[in-house]
């Protein structure tokens, strides 16, 4: 913890190791599927499927190019 700020610091490495082993801990194939799937987690799909839809329009995916501002 860095006294002066009271914050505690976590070095690339520490955020490194952690996504490392979310992503190795995955035991599904597609994430919104899943929660949909999933009784205690349903209420979720849809603000999932937005914020999905959201950054597909905004940096493209799947043979779509980002969408430009404005553009529908």
Do not use: C
Not at 32 to 51: E, L, N
């Amino acid at each position: 913890m860095n006294a002066s700020t009271g914050v505690w610091a976590t070095g690339k490495d520490d955020v490194r190791k952690v996504m490392q082993f979310l992503g190795d801990s995955l035991d599904y194939s597609n994430f919104k599927d899943t929660v949909a799937r999933t009784p205690d987690q349903q209420a979720k799909h849809d603000a999932y499927a937005s914020v999905w839809h959201t950054m597909i329009d905004a940096l493209g995916g799947y043979g779509r190019p980002p969408k430009r501002r404005g553009e529908k």
